[in-house]
């Protein structure tokens, strides 16, 4: 038991080491009309345009008590209308598409839209199939791209705090 408390106490917090990724991204940035908006807190809708549930359990990980997006002032919320950030997961499928255009329609300004994932971002293996009608971008626009299959939580914790203005 001494061992085990003795490893916790030495290991450290893993946001002690976020500074030195660089996650896989292409981002434009948070405007600063979007940082005094949120004022460090962001509240993120998530939507599953049909993926195949692996950024969704990376996402989950985000969220967790290791990686604690909830330090950064991000929580999850259930409803469009009270979120700054639209994070949407896998290619847009036929059927999800009102919906994804609905909650980004009812988000207030400003908002941005982060498509997470390599399906999300140009449909990945999906690309060529019938039953979506392509990447996120191709039906709302797309403010940051996270590439990754699925991207790690890390990269989700990474992007979070550079939305936030947290260094």
Known sequence: ?????????????????????????EETGAPATFRSAVGGAIAVRHVDAGSCNA??????AADNIYYNLARLGVHFVAS?????????????SRHMVTAV????DAMPAPKLVLAF???????GI????????????????????????????????????RLAGKK
């Open 126 to 161: 999906h690309v060529s199939n019938y039953a979506t009608v392509g990447r996120v971008a191709d039906v709302i626009p797309v403010d940051i791209v996270l590439s990754g299959c699925p991207p790690t939580p890390l990269v989700l914790v990474e992007a979070m705090r």
């Open 1 to 25: 038991m001494r061992r085990l408390i003795k490893r916790i106490l030495t290991t450290g917090l893993p946001a002690a080491r976020l500074s030195a990724i660089s996650p896989p991204q």
């Open 80 to 92: 469009p209308r009270h979120a700054d950030v639209l994070l949407v997961t896998g290619p847009v």
């Open 55 to 60: 950024c969704e359990l990376e996402i989950l």
């Open 117 to 123: 994932g390599d399906c999300a971002a140009g449909c």
């Open 101 to 104: 255009r609905d909650a980004y």
